[in-house]
């Protein structure tokens, strides 16, 4: 293997050679791995067998020949450049405010040309798929009308907003930017878990991931071949530009929270990376239905806002109305055509739980095709079937009442008594229309590094999709990983951390 | 640019100057005080705490640790070291996109380098290192403002923010040292002068010009009309004459005049001063006016380009 000759070593330690005679290190046996467990999940790095997977194989010689403490080395060192950039969130305790990194994991994710290929297929089907949904339900309902998505379902949904009926979006793209979350099942498929087609966050870190693994491993990344991702902002403007009918000079602005939100280094980051401005509410007024910012020189018009502020906020006016994050008049300047908004108001509707079921049924029906990434297993109890089978299999299935989040109403049948899925089965007799049920989800492991060696730590997988008037994803995602031992719990707020993913050339 | 991004830009950019004006003065106290008498050193010291806090201080002796931790890192005195440099980076973060890595990061890593800091730390060493070491880093980060920053108009409000605020202290300091001088008792003596010119970082330039004799009157006449040393009050007002010149290209003629017509009448006081008739007790009241002239800019400077009601515009 080459000497890496430019790489920026500077904070993270010498040039990144293979060397040494090669030697196999076995998962639960021999260092760095032997806390490394194999268990019933699919695990990204070791076969069943306990051999490393080929895509794995430079980064397990690489990593099972460096000593634990330059390993530490390193993951200091990316500890400590996402501390000055300022990647951090605040902890508040005892009236003192403490900044915390997201933690990183200096180990990248891999995912081979071959799965990527189907992903980016899959996704890409899907966002089209839930735009048109989205599309016919603001509009004709023909979906409603033929009886293949429950009307009550819509309707009564919280996030359906009838502000929105009958509106034109651009290109009728409701969704211009998407973060979906899939897993791995145990046959090693992705499956899609979760939609977030409001406000998605997260493609930040994807990139600040990015910039640490290729200094700590400049030439393993160099020589594996790994896709570029860094161009994902100038995707990202082209996207928000193709949303407006003003080619000229068209005045873009990210429109955040400010500084007290947890995604403002992302906000900050996306806007600079573009070159747009960030704007605060405060910083917005209407004028005749025409947006502005105010400006030392005076008042600027704004064509398209790239807003990370939830529906509820975005217009007091129209929405809650004691939001001070949002800007008065901002709807009806909106409904007038006078301003774009990514993603459009009312998207909330087709990402939860209930119609999230629905999705591969929107794909044939929509684009008479068959999806391309399956969903994870769901049923529905408000269909007959469905309901007799998961009556029958509560001890097997996680019960989740739709309307619900963060864990209330829900019955994980494996952890309950028999009494609590006595009465559990009761409520979803009572009303099958409010519950699904899924089998109890695994998700695949990867290696992370823990301080005195590399354990298998379960992930998740983030790509970002764009779309305007055509639909794009740079080859890279988040990787959430569970930093806790045997947990499933991903979120940043309750212990998760995030890694690198490489998607390979070929 | 951004009323809201203009507003923290010169905020940030006051805090800094204040931060290091800050630091500056307690290296050079703790380094000089060595070589003073008891008596001395307590009047100097009092000097400092007041024309950094504004308090009157009545001190009986001086007890360097005390003071220094106030002045350094109590956050409970609001105009602390660290304070500032925490008031500098919380408005540098409401602006990180308008402002490059190097200079948010180079400001981030000081203040995280000066948080963990304590008073027991420092003062088994020589507690000046610290200070000084920090003066590096701010002048470090100065030089990467000036060099990876487009010198536009966010350039030019930071440069508003620095000066305001550097006339202000200089302005401060300055009065104390002249009206002391008028009293009797703790009148400043020949090592109190030299040490006011280390405040100002003055001491080589100051010797260049007038050689190593070191006077009032010529002291006063290099602070304050020295037109070429960037810690004289003209100097200062140069730049933000300059500076208001280039911010709010494109606002209506009506109210860039506003700030205009008080920068050019400062700029006159201080073109035209002279040190002869200033100094039969004359400094104080020269530096009070030129202190509450640049008051009024700043406030002109909020009501035509930050502040101003939208309604004026539509």
């Not at chain 2, 506003?258 to 400062?266: F, S, T, Y």
Request: charged share 25%.
């Amino acid at each position: 293997m080459q000497q890496e000759v430019f790489a920026n070593t500077e904070d993270f330690g010498g040039p990144d050679i293979v060397a040494g005679p090669a030697r196999v290190s076995r998962p639960g046996v021999d260092a760095p791995y032997a806390n490394y467990e194999l268990g019933k999940p699919y695990d990204e790095m070791f076969a069943r067998d306990g051999k490393a997977r080929l895509p794995y194989a430079v980064m397990d010689s690489r990593i099972s020949t460096l000593p634990l403490e330059e390993l530490n080395r390193r993951q200091q060192a990316c500890e400590q450049s996402f501390l000055h950039q300022g990647i951090t969130f605040t902890v508040y305790n005892d009236n003192k405010a403490t900044e915390r990194i997201i933690p990183t994991d200096l180990l990248p994710r891999i995912v081979t040309a071959n799965e990527w290929d189907r992903i980016e297929r899959g996704l890409t089907q899907r966002i089209h798929a839930l735009n048109l949904f989205l599309r016919d339900i603001y509009n004709d309902g023909r979906v409603l009308k033929d009886g293949v998505v429950p009307r009550s379902m819509i309707y009564g949904s919280k996030h359906y907003r009838r502000e929105m009926r009958g509106l034109p979006v651009p290109h009728g793209a409701y969704v211009n930017i998407c973060g979906s979350d899939l897993i791995r099942n145990e046959a090693g498929d992705f499956v899609v878990l979760e939609d977030n087609l409001r406000v998605p966050s997260g493609v930040s870190y994807m990139l600040a991931n990015r910039d640490v693994a290729r200094r700590a491993f400049p030439a393993v990344f160099r020589s594996m071949g790994v896709r570029p991702i860094e161009h994902y902002p100038l995707e990202l403007l082209a996207t928000l530009r193709s949303l407006t009918p003003f080619h000229e000079d068209v005045s873009i602005a990210v429109l955040t929270p400010g500084v007290f939100n947890s995604a403002y280094f992302e906000h900050a980051f996306l806007a600079r990376q573009m070159g747009v401005e960030l704007v605060e509410g405060r910083d917005l007024l209407v004028n005749d239905n025409v947006v502005y910012t105010r400006t030392t020189s005076g008042l600027k018009r704004i064509d398209v806002i790239y807003r990370r502020i939830d529906d509820d906020f975005i217009d007091p006016l129209i929405f809650r109305e004691d939001s001070a994050l949002g800007v008065p008049g901002l709807f009806n300047a909106y409904r007038a055509g006078n301003v774009t908004i990514a993603n459009a108001l009312g998207t909330g509707v087709a990402d939860d739980k209930a119609v999230y079921a629905y999705v591969p049924r929107l794909i044939r029906y929509y684009l008479a095709e068959e999806p391309i990434l399956d969903n994870v297993e769901t049923f529905l109890c408000r269909e007959e079937k469905s309901l007799k089978h998961v009556l029958a299999n509560l001890d097997k299935l996680v019960v989740k009442a739709v309307g619900e989040s963060g864990g209330y109403g829900m019955l994980v049948g494996p952890h309950a008594s028999q009494k609590e899925r006595d009465e559990f089965g009761e409520k979803v007799r009572a009303d099958p229309e409010n519950y699904i049920a899924q089998p109890t989800i695994q998700l695949s492991t990867a290696p992370t590094f823990v301080g005195n060696g590399i354990e298998a730590r379960h992930v998740d997988l983030r790509p970002f999709i764009l779309h305007g008037v055509e639909t794009k994803l740079v080859p890279g995602a988040l990787t959430r990983v569970a930093l806790k031992r045997g947990s499933l719990v991903v979120n940043s707020s309750q212990g998760g951390g995030s890694k690198d993913t490489w998607v390979l050339s070929q | 640019m951004l009323s809201r991004v203009a507003d923290s830009l010169y905020w940030m950019s006051r805090y800094i100057e204040r931060a290091e004006h800050t630091a500056r003065l307690i290296a050079v106290k703790l380094d000089s005080m060595v070589e003073q008498t008891s008596e001395d050193a307590t009047a100097s010291w009092a000097r400092v705490v007041e024309s950094l806090t504004g308090e009157k201080a009545a001190l009986l002796h001086p007890d360097a640790f005390a003071i220094t931790r106030k002045l350094a890192f109590d956050r409970d005195n609001q105009t602390s070291l660290i304070n500032s440099l925490a008031l500098a980076r919380d408005n540098a973060r409401q602006v990180r996109e308008a402002l490059s890595n190097e200079v948010w990061e180079n400001l981030n890593r000081l203040y995280l380098r000066l948080t963990p800091v304590t008073m027991e730390s420092i003062w088994i060493h020589t507690p000046a290192r610290l200070f000084r070491e920090v003066l590096e880093e701010m002048h470090a980060l100065e030089g990467v403002t000036y060099s990876t920053l487009s010198h536009g108009e966010g350039w030019y409000f930071l440069e508003l923010g620095r000066h305001i605020e550097r006339v202000q202290q200089l302005g401060r300091l300055l009065d104390i040292h002249f009206s002391a001088a008028q009293t009797s008792e703790n009148s400043p003596k020949y090592f109190d002068w030299l040490v006011l010119l280390k405040f100002c970082t003055a001491f080589e330039p100051y010797t260049k010009q007038y050689t190593a004799s070191i006077r009032p009157q010529k002291i006063a006449e290099f602070l304050l009309f020295d037109s070429e040393f960037p810690h004289s009050i003209c100097f200062s007002v140069d730049r933000m004459t300059e500076a208001l010149a280039r911010v709010a290209p494109g606002a209506p003629p009506a109210r860039r005049a506003a700030v205009e017509r008080l920068a050019g009448r400062l700029k006159a006081a201080v073109d035209f001063g002279q040190v002869d008739e200033l100094m039969s007790g004359g400094v104080a009241a020269f530096i009070a006016d030129i202190t509450k002239q640049c008051e009024q800019i700043h406030k002109a400077l909020y009501s035509s380009y930050i502040t101003y009601g939208a309604e004026t515009v539509l």
